[in-house]
């Protein structure tokens, strides 16, 4: 049974910062690409950065470059994503995904989702 399970949401203020976790059981098995969503209230999810677990290989998209690492510990089956630098704009409910491939961010291409976690900034 493919499970993520997501945690480390907070709120914080303007520039502070988050680490978000995800522990995925029996994902790595079906699927070679783990990665975050983010969906704030009446907006549509978006991607935020994935990460190749076979290769390592990071994706990000250009509004959180520099600010935001996703990274793995496959001995843990976990995946990280530390947040740096947030904003306002950041806050949303997160999503850890996961599939076969990365590079998409077209949020059906991916199969398997957590429940997410909630993070708020306040200004």
């Known amino acids: 049974q493919v499970q993520l399970v997501e945690s480390g949401g907070d709120s914080v203020q303007t520039g502070g910062s988050l680490r978000l976790t995800c522990v995925a059981s029996?994902?790595?098995?079906?699927?070679?690409?783990i990665g975050w969503f983010r969906q704030a209230p009446e907006m549509e999810r978006e991607g935020v950065a994935q990460i190749s677990t076979y290769s390592g290989q990071t994706y990000y998209v250009d509004s959180v470059k520099d600010r935001f690492t996703i990274s793995q510990d496959n001995a843990k089956n976990t995946v990280y994503l530390q947040m740096n630098s947030l904003k306002p704009e950041d806050s949303a409910m997160y999503y850890c995904v996961a599939d076969q491939f990365c590079g998409s961010w077209y949020p059906p291409d991916f199969t398997y989702w957590g429940q997410g976690t909630q993070v708020t900034v306040s200004s």
């Open positions: 029996a994902v790595t098995k079906v699927s070679k690409c």
